[in-house]
């Protein structure tokens, strides 16, 4: 059956009058006036009842027997027919009964009996929605084109009953609009274990359209004896002996008619074109509410009162729902394969340095008055702890953990941040704070040059300008999660660094020449950070080889005072994974980055 009409076409309907007439609620009584019409069946000659035991004529029609074939339509059970019996030399014996095959209903759950899967899309899709919703004409489909295209419009129609027919095969099923509503089947339970149903009531009779699906079954020609029912009689009856028989039954069948050409013909072929004109499954469907069949009045006439897109609402169809259930199964697939693999620990910060820092922290353990508390991965203590090293001050290094706040951190800084430093009674924090607390003790080397308070003050004026856009632009492309926001903030911070090359020296490399000083070490920590921390987790490139900023950088990395300070890579590429998943509570400094406040 050809899935693409022209949906321009007129929609194809089929006279009721054409169709066969036991196959039709008009003429549901034929079967029942024609049974009473003939006797038992016919047997063999030689397969008389005993006198004692009653008589059987042997010129009985056989149209009985052919109506025993059609109840296989009753609740779908087997079903088996008494052989058609033939005088024959080769046939002695009674041969056994033939048992038909099972006879199922498609319509209540078509989704049952098809690969949905297959069905997502087909062809006209639009055209035969509207046609099955309308329903404004008796329609004829072939059973390829009913489960195609009823399980796309089954959530306007709510099943309401099923007629069978004893000597017919066909089916009868009586669907409301899911719009008319119905009363609850069952009084709400009041039982606590049971689980509740998020349920919302809808108004009723909010339509009154009703329809009938009558469903005809395949393997039965016109006079509706089932195709193979005289299988197996005999070796010697050919297909030409029952088409001799079936039209003794015929001339028969219309000699018995009571009213003569009153009555119509009890299987007039169907026509050409015809979905079951070759003995395959076809359904019918047509509105019938308002009908008054039967003497009955089932509701208004007319169409639906509302749209098919409302319908839609109300309820999702079988395909929908099917495509639903996919999502989810793939979805659960996915969760119950993540809960099976192995959950990796969230990488922390670490609390003791490595590489050559730790070889440092080692040296510098001994008792000193002059004690700096840090943490192995904190740019800011890596500040102070490079112009110790640097001026080559004597001091005890002491390892914390920042988010524990020990009372000896808290006795320095009250408000347990590092880097904090402690010299004899007297203590003091603040990383800028502190390289100028260093400078004033006159240790050589000088961090800012002495006798130039211009240049000291071009010093202090760009060290204010690290602390206000490079080390804030810094945290913020490596917390934002957003990537349009990651590639803003990245620009901002390449910005800010060609703003202090700009202001550096020259020649370099460093920033006031060839000597590392106060700036240098206000901004290498953040230097050293860009590869190892933003390269890995932001992409942050390398300097472009030959470079003002290139050279300056390579400046920084190489600075044995620098290296006695950093540890491995993998220090700062697990103690900035926080930072980089922009965790909640990572720091005082990334909740203010977060707010948009400037530096705690």
């Known amino acids: 059956m050809d899935l693409h009409p ?29 049974a009473a019409q003939h006797p ?50 080769e046939q002695q014996q009674p041969q056994p009964q033939q048992q038909q095959p099972h006879l199922e209903s498609l319509v209540k759950r078509p989704d049952q009996h098809i690969d949905i ?53 066909l089916i009868s099923h009586y669907w409301d609009c899911r719009l008319k509503g119905r009363p609850p089947g069952t009084p709400k339970s009041n039982d606590p274990n049971k689980k509740k149903r998020k349920r919302t009531t809808r ?14 079954f395949p393997g039965h020609d016109v006079m509706g004896l089932p195709a193979d029912v005289t299988e197996g009689v005999g070796e010697g009856v050919v297909a030409e002996e ?32 015809h979905p079951g004109v070759n003995g395959q499954r076809f359904f019918t469907i047509q509105r019938v509410n308002g009908n008054g069949a039967n003497g009955k009045n089932d509701g208004v006439s007319g169409g639906h009162r509302h749209t098919l897109e409302e319908s839609d609402r109300v309820k999702k169809n079988s395909v929908q729902r099917y495509l639903v259930n996919q999502a989810r199964e793939r979805k659960k697939a996915l969760s119950t394969r993540a809960m099976s693999t192995p959950i990796q620990p969230q990488k922390t910060y670490h609390t003791k340095a490595t590489g050559l820092a730790a070889q440092t922290v080692s040296f510098r353990a001994q008792e000193n008055e002059l004690r700096l508390y840090g943490s192995c991965f904190c ?4 500040r102070v702890w490079i112009a110790l090293e640097l001026k080559g001050i004597p001091y005890q290094y002491i390892e914390v953990d920042p988010y524990k706040k020990p009372q000896s951190l808290l006795e320095v800084n009250p408000r347990g941040l590092v880097p904090a430093l402690r010299h004899g009674d007297w203590g003091s924090y603040e990383s800028s704070v502190l390289l100028e607390y260093l400078e004033d003790l006159n240790v050589s080397p000088a961090l800012l040059p002495s ?36 590639i803003a903030h990245a620009q901002e911070l390449r910005d800010a660094f060609n703003t202090l090359v700009t202001a550096a020296h020259a020649q370099g490399p460093f920033f006031l020449g060839a000597s590392i000083s106060f700036v240098d070490i206000q901004v290498a920590p953040w230097i050293v950070r860009l590869r190892r921390v933003l390269s890995p987790y932001r992409g942050w490139p390398d300097p472009e080889a030959g470079s003002r900023w ?43 980055i977060n707010a948009g406040r400037g530096l705690p």
């Not at 109506?67 to 296989?72: A, F, S």
């Not at 899967?117 to 035969?128: G, H, K, M, R, T």
Request: hydrophobic share 30%.
């Open 203 to 216: 108004q009723r009779d909010l339509c009154d359209v009703k329809i009938k699906i009558t469903e005809y």
């Open 117 to 169: 899967a297959s069905i997502v899309d087909p062809p006209n899709l639009d055209f035969w929605r509207d046609r099955l919703f309308s329903v404004d004409e008796m329609i004829v489909l072939s059973e390829e084109q009913f489960l195609t295209y009823f399980p796309h419009i089954d959530n306007v129609y709510s099943h309401r009953s099923t007629q069978h027919y004893k000597r017919k095969p």
């Open 379 to 382: 740019p800011f203590v890596q």
């Open 242 to 273: 029952q088409q001799q028989q079936q039209q003794q039954q015929r001339q028969q069948h219309q000699e018995n008619q009571p009213f003569g050409l009153l009555t119509p013909s009890l299987n007039p072929p169907l026509p050409e074109g």
């Open 6 to 34: 022209d949906p321009n076409a007129p929609i194809h309907t089929t006279d009721p009058s054409l169709l066969h007439p036991s196959l039709t609620s008009v003429a549901e009584d034929a079967s029942s006036t024609l």
């Open 40 to 89: 038992p069946p016919l047997l063999h000659p030689d397969q008389q009842l005993d006198p004692l035991h009653g008589h059987v004529p042997n010129d009985v029609s056989l149209d009985s027997d052919s109506l025993h074939g059609l109840q296989c339509a009753v609740d779908g059970l087997p079903y088996s027919h008494p052989p058609l019996l033939h005088h024959h030399p």
């Open 451 to 486: 006798g130039d308070a211009k240049l000291r003050a071009h010093c202090r004026l760009w060290t204010d300008f690290i602390n206000r856009n490079i080390v804030p632009s810094f945290y913020r492309v490596l917390q934002e999660q957003d990537t349009q926001k990651q």
């Open 550 to 592: 290139g050279a300056w950088v390579e400046a920084i990395e190489n600075d044995e005072h620098v290296q006695a300070t950093t540890s491995t890579d993998e220090l700062y590429l697990d103690s900035y994974e926080r930072y980089a998943q922009n965790r909640p509570n990572t720091s005082q400094l990334a909740n203010a």
